[in-house]
């Protein structure tokens, strides 16, 4: 006895993404649609393509007729779709697919993932405006605006590398627009993208304004030089 309720309990397992149960209220199913999905997969991967109303309903707490009308508004809803299929012998046969839903929940993933890149470049670029006013010391003027957004939009640099041309800049005592234009313009024309590149060009270019500096004078400094600092290094 024991080990026949051991079989029925181990008739085995049904595989569904978790994003579906955290997801199917937010793509407009309800508790009842989405069992009577689960059945329909259940079934299906029993090697029963086609379950009629009458068995999907046994499994549940609904009629046949209220099973008949989810099913119909999970076709029209694009949630499941019935498709003609032939056996070897040439036999039309009808079946159930759940392929739609899959695809609804990959859209539902590119949806969210889009939104959140959106969230995090707006995020990204308001503090790229801070960063900028507050070592320039005041507002931004429209034109230095249109830069910033040009940099972004046009130029396509990440907001990260703005920065770092920002504070090549404060570093090397040159705070202009025109400055930080062509760090990122060599940056760019050397393929730099990302920090360590960025960090490795800098250190080789100070090390080729160390080899060019003129000699220091008797009391050991130059006139106008400007102390080494990679601010890469912080």
Excluded at 3 to 14: C, D, H, P, R, Y
Excluded at 19 to 39: A, D, G, P, Q, T
Excluded at 141 to 164: G, T
Excluded at 193 to 200: L, P
Aim: proline fraction near 4%.
């Amino acid at each position: 006895m024991k080990t026949n309720i051991l079989s029925w309990l181990q008739e085995g397992n049904l595989t569904v993404p978790a994003v579906l149960f955290s997801e199917y209220r937010n793509m407009n199913l309800n508790e009842h649609e989405l069992v009577l999905i689960l059945n329909i997969i259940t079934f299906i991967e029993k090697g029963n393509n086609f379950p009629t109303p009458e068995e999907l309903s046994s499994r549940m707490t609904i009629t046949v007729s209220e099973c008949n009308e989810l099913l119909r508004k999970l076709i029209q809803k694009g949630f499941i779709a019935i498709i003609d299929e032939y056996s070897s012998e040439g036999i039309r046969f009808e079946k159930y697919s759940v392929e739609p839903l899959w695809e609804r929940l990959v859209d539902r993933f590119l949806i969210k993932n889009k939104n959140t890149q959106e969230v995090t470049k707006k995020a990204d670029e308001s503090d790229l405006y801070t960063c900028f006013e507050k070592e320039f010391g005041r507002p931004l003027s429209p034109f230095e605006c249109e830069s910033l957004a040009m940099w972004m939009d046009d130029d396509h640099h990440d907001p990260i590398i703005i920065k770092a041309a920002l504070r090549e800049s404060v570093m090397s005592g040159k705070l202009n627009f025109r400055y930080i234009d062509r760090i990122l313009f060599e940056w760019k024309k050397n393929g730099i993208k990302t920090i360590e590149q960025a960090k490795n060009h800098g250190r080789k270019f100070r090390q080729k304004q160390t080899q060019n500096r003129p000699a220091q004078d008797s009391q050991g400094s130059t006139a106008n030089s400007v102390p080494f600092y990679n601010w890469l290094e912080q």
